[in-house]
Antibody
């Protein structure tokens, strides 16, 4: 069974860039059946999809975050990463990495089938 | 952007049926998944592609989707089912969208 584990700093200063890694075990990022995704959840609120990367390195991100989100995959390390630039207090949240199962024949079948345990990121000076 | 409003809360007595709804424009033309999230835990998918149950999810969880409303039904609700539930659908622009969430309370 695939497992995902987030790693990175728990505290980021305003205007800085957040960098998180997700290590995948029990499965390979080198699969066309999945997207590798980042989701965040502000305290007391619902989850928000940030973006995903495929094994080829192609990406898609949430338009609400404009050009702040950068996601990449490292197939040799079986990891994928998130960079979120220009952090503000509004970016304080629990950040999850998650695997998206790709639907056959249509994007509308995509869903999250595995999640990491999440890592809390606080933005404060 | 595509939005998926849900009722903030649903209360149910043990053994009864809990119904959680999720609304969206032409939602029935898309596929909906449902996630259960207990306090301090990561979300877990309980229904995917409208009505499919992952292995290990009890049969009391079922889903349907038609018109502009998707529904998660928990039959014979147990105390362990008390959690937040989020629907999720896909959109051509935002790709993966979550609903606003419903807190299910088992009284």
């Amino acid at each position: 069974q695939v497992q995902l584990q987030e790693s990175g700093p728990g505290l980021v200063k305003p205007s800085e860039t957040l960098s998180l890694n997700c290590t995948v075990s029990g499965g390979s990022v080198n699969s066309g059946d999945y997207y590798w995704s980042w989701v965040r959840q502000p305290p007391g609120k619902g989850p928000v999809w940030l973006g995903y990367v495929s094994y080829t390195g192609s990406t898609k991100s949430n338009p609400s975050l404009k050009s702040r989100v950068f996601i990449s995959v490292d197939r040799s390390m079986n990891q994928f990463s998130l960079r979120l630039t220009s952090m503000t207090a509004a970016d304080t949240a629990l950040y999850y990495c998650a695997r998206v199962s790709r639907g056959t024949g249509t994007i509308y079948k995509d869903y999250f089938d595995s999640w990491g345990q999440g890592t809390l990121v606080t933005v404060s000076s | 952007s595509y939005e998926l409003p849900q009722p903030p809360s649903v209360s149910v007595s043990p053994g009864q049926t809990a119904t959680v709804t999720c609304s969206g424009d032409k939602l029935g033309d898309r596929y909906v998944s449902w996630y259960q999230q207990k306090p301090g835990q990561s979300p877990v998918v309980v229904i995917y592609q409208d009505n499919k149950r992952p292995s290990g999810i009890p049969e009391r969880f079922s889903g349907s989707n038609s018109g502009s409303t998707a529904t998660l039904t928990i039959s014979g609700t147990q105390a362990m089912d008390e959690a937040d539930y989020y629907c999720q659908a896909c959109d051509t622009t935002t790709a993966l969208v979550f609903g606003t969430g419903t807190k299910v309370t088992v009284l």
